[in-house]
């Protein structure tokens, strides 16, 4: 074997052992890869389901206010007519004329006239 043979062996042996050593970085590459993809997997899953679950619970609690707005709207419209009631039950006239309507009561003096209804 010549001196100019045993370079070039020397070289392929260079070469495939840089060869070998490429291929285990490479194969440590593909592994550290896989486990951070396996990862970034999971925890999109994860991410996922937590955002479904929370838009669930918003619209649930967003239907159930708009509820409470509604009852709330009505118990002020009742809390209103309620209390126009009130000023008005401080007016003698307008006892005087709930006693009259209601019960048949008359002041000393008053002749009641009745109206008879009559049907089509």
């Not at 590459?29 to 389901?49: N, Y």
Request: aromatic share 8%; proline share 3%.
């Amino acid at each position: 074997m010549g001196k100019y043979a045993a370079r070039e062996q020397a070289r392929t042996q260079t070469a495939k052992s840089k060869q070998e050593a490429g291929t285990v970085q490479n194969a440590g590459a593909r592994r550290r890869i896989l486990i951070w993809a396996s990862f970034m997997v999971v925890f999109l899953g994860w991410a996922c389901f937590t955002m479904i679950s929370q838009q669930s619970q918003i619209a649930d609690k967003s239907a159930d206010l708009a509820k409470k707005k509604q009852e709330q709207l009505s118990v002020e419209k009742t809390k209103e007519q309620l209390m126009t009631d009130v000023k008005r039950l401080n007016d003698p006239e307008y006892i005087g004329q709930l006693a009259r309507k209601n019960f048949g009561m008359y002041k000393p003096g008053e002749t009641p006239i009745h109206a008879e209804e009559t049907g089509p």
